[in-house]
């Protein structure tokens, strides 16, 4: 961000009121990292620590920082620590050797709703249960069967698609392609996932596929709204001030919605079943709606 812009003075007021406290973060955090040897970092400014330097497109400031500090780096974002890892090397070198150090990550504000009750497979710690997540993941989700077993409906969705784009085309119509190819993910999700939607539900199908995107949107809103908490976390109180909150809980209340009426609408061995029998029979202690978050990642990082 190049800038932070407060319109209201009662949170000046409180700002001011609160930078004791704030310096006494950033001195503890000091002393902290004293005692450890860590990455080279660039020069940085009393309370916000290197915001000045990201600008609206981060990636592209990291990287600049990067070319002067080298591959592995650490920048501080508020009172928040971060290591950045720019090379193929060291990245290799982390995920190589030190994976089970790095694999209990943290998440910022936006995403901790998705872990839910900590069962799902991104988040979760590392331990006997992820891995009993991961396998019923990549069994049910991501084997060779499973992709097989749906490549007729792939098919259909990507020909329905072709169809559209001829049609609009003969009429001289413009076409968003994003929405289209992000209407045909969302597609496949709903007709593997719950074993519904025929052609002859064509409408039900539109509706689901409309109600997902719309949350898109949503959540991709929440992921670039400010959060206090994330860059100073002794102030995240804040952040029910700022609508943040409210944003936030609505967003995963209507995800939660989403999934609830995917589990309700299943039909026999679709994806959502298989996975309830899955449970009910081997007596596995995980959350079904954790392992469907998979499939909300899945997804958006597809469509990002």
């Not at 004293?34 to 990636?59: A, C, E, R, T």
């Not at 992709?147 to 076409?175: A, C, P």
């Not at 992921?223 to 100073?232: E, I, K, N, T, W």
């Amino acid at each position: 961000m190049d800038q932070i812009i407060f319109n209201s003075n009662p949170f000046l007021l409180t700002l001011f009121a609160l930078l004791p406290v704030l310096f006494f973060a950033i001195v503890k955090n000091k002393i902290k990292s004293k005692k450890l040897n860590l990455p080279p970092s660039p020069s940085k400014l009393p309370l916000i620590g290197n915001l000045h330097q990201i600008s609206n497109l981060p990636h592209n400031s990291l990287h600049d920082l990067s070319l002067k500090h080298g591959p592995l780096m650490f920048v501080n974002l508020g009172t928040t620590r971060y290591l950045i890892v720019s090379s193929a090397d060291a990245l290799e070198e982390i995920t190589k050797n030190h994976d089970i150090t790095i694999s209990n990550r943290p998440t910022n504000t936006s995403l901790n709703p998705l872990k839910g009750n900590g069962q799902d497979l991104v988040y979760h710690p590392y331990g006997d249960h992820w891995k009993g997540v991961r396998k019923i993941t990549a069994l049910h989700l991501m084997s060779k069967n499973v992709v097989n077993r749906f490549q007729t409906l792939r098919d259909e969705e990507i020909s329905s698609m072709l169809e559209t784009i001829h049609f609009s085309s003969l009429k001289g119509e413009e076409i968003d392609m994003s929405h289209m190819f992000n209407t045909v993910v969302s597609n496949v999700f709903h007709r593997s996932y719950t074993g519904r939607y025929k052609k002859e539900e064509k409408k039900g199908l539109e509706n689901a596929t409309r109600v997902f995107l719309n949350w898109d949107v949503q959540f991709k809103k929440v992921l670039g709204s400010f959060c206090v908490q994330d860059l100073f976390p002794i102030l995240a109180w804040m952040d029910r001030f700022t609508g943040f909150k409210t944003l936030l809980k609505s967003t995963y209340l209507e995800l939660d919605d989403i999934m609830e009426t995917l589990i309700n609408e299943r039909e026999k061995d679709s994806f959502v079943d298989v996975l309830l029998h899955q449970r009910d029979n081997d007596k596995h202690d995980y959350d079904v709606k954790a392992i469907m978050q998979v499939c909300v990642y899945i997804l958006f990082a597809i469509d990002s």
